[in-house]
């Protein structure tokens, strides 16, 4: 007969042995263990009050429980794939040290309601961790804008020079986005922290449950409140995947960027070695890996949202096996994104900043034409004429080699005598910086004050 007994009661032959593997969930499951056990315990609990469970038989299991926890940690508990899964490996081996007890903690659930339960306690524990983790990254962030608040580099757009920015406010521009992703990660928390439990397989029970008692021991804040809908929806999954997508495409964004810089024709940042690669045949070469696999594993994460938002497209109500399939995209998602953000918080703590090139960089791309411009249009002079005033003298200092701060005033006045000589202040990248004194700006001003911000922010949170 087939040994899974749980549920083999009705079936002529065993099941195949390939079916059995391909069925089976506790090679990766398992690592629900703790969880799973949280919940029978509150369900016991709950059974308990409810006059459902003796005392003796609460007792047991709470004693069974404890010691089937020890044997997990201890790396002592034998997995089997005949029980098909952890919620079933764990029910054998406590009814393997209670008896009756063990076989009574069932009563009025399902592994539908049960699963939905350990996946939702499980992740909201991810979650709180994910959150910590986006904060230190903030944090690391933070520490380089004050540092670097007056630090000069040349700002982009379509990858072509386009005004002088503080290196301090590009860094603020990722912790403002981390800011937003820590925000929906709370936001998906509170719908994930909802309880499945006493749905049973789809129906409800007839047991006289009390779900306010298991959900209270449980922490949970809400209680779902239709049992088809608990048990089969994962759209708190998609929606976690989706916000750990958005923090992975920031974060492969940032790694562009370190990605560009190190390299020598940008040479704006050296990346500690520790996080760096050699090559075998180039004796030359300290490859930014680091960047580069968060960028690659960016790709990976939102891969798993879509395997998720797919795995729930046209399935009935209420739960089908398809479910399962929910289990190994979000442990994956929630592994990929704790190990990127830690090393990417060690990582920013390890750049090394180089001014002078960034510097030297923005004095290549008349990257204050457009200050002057405007300082032609406080002059009195209409912004479009100001506009082509300004190309003319690009135009000429292209041909010359020179900046537009470096022609002599004569020069200048050549394309307009509204110019004199203060306008050498509007010219140097710093004028250009500290003119863009206005909240969102990217004067240093403006960036400590943005810093400072998110510091008690970041205090408050805590
Ligand atoms: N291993 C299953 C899952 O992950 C547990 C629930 C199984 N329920 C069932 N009726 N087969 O979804």
Same mark, same amino acid.
């Given at each position: 007969m087939n040994s899974n007994k749980t549920w083999s009661?009705r079936f002529g032959e065993p099941v195949s042995e390939l079916v059995k593997k391909y069925t089976g969930s506790i090679d990766?499951?398992? !690592?629900?263990?703790?969880?799973?056990?949280?919940?029978?315990?509150?369900?016991?609990?709950?059974?308990? %009050?409810?006059?459902?469970?003796?005392?003796?038989?609460?007792?047991?299991?709470?004693?069974?429980? @404890?010691?089937?926890?020890?044997?997990?940690?201890?790396?002592?508990?034998?997995?089997s794939l005949d029980l098909e899964d952890?919620?079933?490996?764990?029910?054998?081996?406590?009814?393997? /040290?209670?008896?009756?007890?063990? /076989?009574?903690?069932?009563?009025?659930?399902?592994?539908?309601?049960?699963?939905?339960?350990?996946?939702? #306690?499980?992740? !909201?524990?991810?979650?709180?961790?994910?959150?910590?983790?986006? %904060?230190?990254?903030?944090?690391?962030?933070?520490?380089?804008?004050?540092?670097?608040?007056?630090?000069?580099?040349?700002?982009?757009?379509? #990858?072509?020079?386009?005004?002088?920015?503080?290196?301090?406010?590009?860094?603020?521009? &990722?912790?403002?986005?981390?800011?937003?992703?820590?925000?929906?990660?709370?936001?998906?928390?509170?719908?994930?922290?909802?309880?499945?439990?006493?749905?049973?397989?789809?129906?409800?029970?007839?047991?006289?449950? !009390? !779900?306010?008692?298991?959900?209270?021991?449980?922490?949970?804040?809400?209680?779902?409140?239709?049992?088809?809908?608990?048990?089969?929806?994962?759209?708190?999954?998609? @929606? *976690?995947?989706?916000?750990?997508?958005?923090?992975?495409?920031?974060?492969?964004?940032?790694? @562009?960027?370190?990605?560009?810089?190190?390299?020598?024709?940008?040479? *704006?940042?050296?990346?500690?070695?520790?996080?760096?690669?050699?090559?075998?045949?180039?004796?030359?070469?300290?490859?930014?890996?680091?960047?580069?696999?968060?960028?690659?594993?960016?790709?990976?994460?939102?891969?798993?949202?879509?395997?998720?938002?797919?795995?729930?497209?046209?399935?009935?109500?209420? &739960?089908?096996k398809?479910?399962?399939?929910?289990? @190994?995209?979000?442990?994956?998602?929630?592994?990929?994104?704790?190990?990127?953000?830690?090393? &990417?918080?060690?990582?920013?703590?390890?750049?090394?900043?180089?001014?002078?090139?960034?510097?030297?960089?923005?004095?290549?791309?008349?990257?204050?034409?457009?200050?002057?411009?405007?300082?032609?249009?406080?002059?009195?002079?209409? *912004?479009?004429?100001?506009?082509?005033?300004?190309?003319?003298?690009?135009?000429?200092?292209?041909?010359?080699?020179?900046?537009?701060?470096?022609?002599?005033?004569?020069?200048?006045?050549?394309?307009?005598?509204?110019?004199?000589?203060?306008? &050498?202040?509007?010219?140097?990248?710093?004028?250009?910086?500290?003119?863009?004194?206005?909240?969102?700006?990217?004067?240093?001003?403006?960036? %400590?004050?943005?810093?400072?911000?998110?510091?008690?922010? #970041?205090?408050?949170?805590?």
């Open positions: 009661g990766f499951d398992k !690592r629900l263990a703790e969880w799973d056990i949280q919940g029978s315990l509150a369900h016991a609990q709950m059974l308990h %009050r409810a006059g459902v469970l003796s005392d003796e038989d609460t007792a047991a299991i709470r004693q069974g429980m @404890e010691e089937i926890l020890a044997e997990i940690a201890a790396g002592k508990m034998a997995w952890v919620h079933m490996n764990i029910e054998r081996r406590l009814t393997d /040290k209670i008896g009756d007890a063990g /076989k009574r903690l069932h009563t009025g659930r399902s592994r539908n309601d049960q699963v939905a339960t350990d996946i939702r #306690l499980w992740l !909201r524990d991810q979650i709180s961790i994910i959150r910590s983790l986006i %904060r230190d990254l903030q944090t690391a962030l933070i520490e380089l804008a004050e540092q670097h608040a007056d630090t000069v580099m040349p700002g982009f757009t379509h #990858l072509q020079v386009a005004q002088p920015v503080s290196f301090g406010h590009h860094m603020l521009a &990722y912790v403002e986005m981390l800011g937003r992703d820590d925000e929906r990660m709370a936001d998906c928390r509170g719908r994930v922290n909802r309880m499945p439990l006493g749905a049973a397989a789809l129906a409800g029970t007839t047991y006289p449950i !009390r !779900r306010e008692i298991t959900a209270e021991i449980l922490g949970f804040e809400q209680i779902c409140q239709n049992s088809l809908d608990a048990v089969s929806d994962r759209d708190f999954a998609v @929606e *976690f995947a989706a916000a750990a997508s958005l923090v992975m495409v920031h974060l492969s964004r940032l790694s @562009e960027e370190l990605i560009l810089w190190m390299s020598p024709r940008f040479a *704006f940042i050296d990346i500690a070695d520790r996080f760096c690669t050699g090559s075998s045949i180039m004796p030359q070469k300290k490859n930014p890996d680091v960047p580069e696999l968060v960028r690659g594993k960016s790709g990976r994460v939102i891969g798993h949202l879509i395997g998720l938002i797919t795995l729930m497209k046209s399935q009935p109500l209420a &739960y089908n398809d479910n399962q399939e929910d289990k @190994e995209p979000l442990f994956d998602t929630v592994d990929t994104l704790i190990d990127t953000l830690r090393i &990417y918080a060690d990582m920013m703590r390890g750049v090394t900043v180089k001014p002078e090139n960034m510097r030297a960089a923005v004095m290549q791309g008349f990257a204050t034409a457009t200050d002057l411009a405007d300082y032609l249009v406080k002059k009195g002079m209409p *912004f479009r004429d100001s506009h082509e005033v300004v190309a003319q003298a690009v135009r000429h200092a292209d041909q010359s080699g020179a900046d537009l701060s470096e022609l002599p005033l004569e020069v200048l006045q050549g394309f307009s005598s509204l110019i004199s000589d203060d306008v &050498y202040q509007v010219l140097t990248p710093e004028g250009s910086l500290a003119a863009r004194n206005h909240l969102g700006g990217t004067a240093p001003e403006q960036v %400590r004050f943005q810093a400072e911000r998110w510091r008690r922010l #970041l205090e408050k949170a805590v």
